[in-house]
C-alpha cells in the first residue's frame, strides 16, 4: 500500500525536525531569519502608516496655505483702465 500525501509530509518534517536537533546552529538561524523577516515586514508596515500620516499633515498645511495666500491677493480697481485696453493706438509726438 502507498503511503498518502499527509503521511509523507509527517516523514519530511519528522526528518527535518531530528536533522535541526543534531545542528542547533542551523535551528538558530532559521528562528533568526524568520524573526528578522518578522520584524522587517512589521516595520515595513508601520513607516507605511506613518508616511501616510506625514502626507495628510503636509496636505492639510498646503491647503491652509493656500487659503492664506488667496486671502492676500488684492483685486484691481473696478473703473481701471490700462492704455493697452483701448481699442485705437496712441500717437506719439514726431522727434524734432
Known amino acids: ?5 499527509t503521511e509523507e509530509a509527517g516523514e519530511t518534517a519528522r526528518s527535518l525536525i531530528d536533522s535541526l ?3 542547533p546552529v542551523v535551528l538558530s538561524l532559521v528562528v533568526f531569519n524568520v524573526l528578522y523577516l518578522s520584524l522587517g ?3 515595513q508596515i508601520k513607516d507605511g502608516e506613518h508616511r ?3 502626507l495628510k499633515t503636509w496636505a492639510e498645511e498646503h491647503r491652509h496655505n493656500t487659503e492664506l495666500l488667496a486671502r ?5 480697481p473696478v473703473g481701471m483702465k490700462l492704455q493697452s ?3 485705437h493706438p496712441v500717437e506719439l509726438e514726431k522727434p524734432p
Open 1 to 5: 500500500m502507498n503511503p498518502g500525501v
Open 21 to 23: 536537533k543534531s545542528t
Open 41 to 43: 515586514s512589521w516595520q
Open 52 to 54: 501616510t500620516e506625514l
Open 72 to 76: 492676500c491677493v488684492i483685486p484691481p
Open 85 to 87: 485696453d483701448e481699442s
